[in-house]
């Protein structure tokens, strides 16, 4: 059974710092993986999808990498800004079954100070 | 891009009520949708897949006569919380899948906005 895991759970840094978020699942086979940011009370923004074919993604100031190899991608976050606070969270899909469903990890809270 | 809605965003109920929840793809058509569970500081929870024309798959430990989901057309599914109790309290959000065609890995589920469930 696919897990997904990010640590730490939060983060706080100065804003115009560049931040790394990190990313871990344990079934190294997986078709994608995908980077989400959660806003407190709202749904869901998809940020980044990465294929298992490619290694990195990039839009604007974010940038993920996936090592489908290690079990791991990150989410590279550069000069944070205020807005930027949020949860992030990464998913990969599971195609057990007839229908394929997203296995997510639990998030990591971002908070950037002014 | 893709739009999902909820509606309603949020629903204050007495327990042994039912609540009803729409899903709505607006712009595109989705055979699948994914209804989540979300609690406090935990990460989002797959209930049930939702296709159009059959019945939902339901995951281990999901009450498939609690959690009733209906699929009627290519955009819109429905979740109706049964009897609800103080502790089916949570944040429901819906995906719908826009498939980009080709292998495995080109779908993308897009997210409704999420609908807060709160049972006194």
């Known amino acids: 059974k696919q897990e997904v895991t990010q640590i730490p759970a939060a983060l706080s840094v100065p804003e115009g710092e560049n931040l790394v978020l990190n990313c871990s699942f344990t079934?190294?086979?997986?078709?994608?993986l995908q980077w989400f940011r959660q806003d407190p009370g709202k749904g869901l923004t998809s940020l980044l999808l990465?294929?298992?074919?490619?290694r990195e993604q990039t839009s604007g100031r974010l940038n993920a990498s996936l090592d489908k190899s290690s079990g791991r991608s990150t989410l590279y976050i550069a000069a944070s800004q205020p807005g930027d606070s949020a949860t992030y969270l990464c998913?990969?899909?599971?195609?057990?079954?007839?229908?394929?469903?997203?296995?997510f990890g639990k998030g990591i809270t971002l908070s950037v100070r002014p | 891009g893709a739009v999902v809605s909820q509606h309603p965003s949020r629903v204050i109920c007495k327990s042994g009520t039912s609540v009803k929840i729409e899903c709505r793809s607006l712009?595109?058509?989705?055979?699948?949708m994914f209804w989540y569970r979300q609690f406090p500081k935990q990460s989002l929870m797959l209930m049930a897949t939702?296709?159009?024309?059959?019945?939902?798959?339901?995951e281990q430990g999901v009450e498939k006569d609690k959690f009733l989901i209906n699929h009627a057309s290519l955009t819109l599914s429905t979740l109706t919380v049964t009897s609800a109790h103080p502790e089916d309290s949570s944040f429901y959000i819906c995906?719908?899948?826009?498939?980009?065609?080709?292998?495995?890995?080109?779908?993308?589920?897009?997210f409704g906005p999420g609908t807060r469930l709160l049972v006194l």
């Open positions: 079934d190294s086979a997986i078709y994608n």
């Open positions: 712009d595109f058509q989705a055979t699948t």
């Open positions: 939702s296709n159009e024309g059959s019945k939902a798959t339901y």
């Open positions: 998913a990969v899909p599971d195609y057990t079954g007839a229908n394929s469903k997203l296995t």
């Open positions: 990465i294929q298992s074919s490619q």
């Open positions: 995906s719908a899948n826009l498939i980009a065609g080709g292998p495995r890995g080109q779908e993308t589920q897009y």
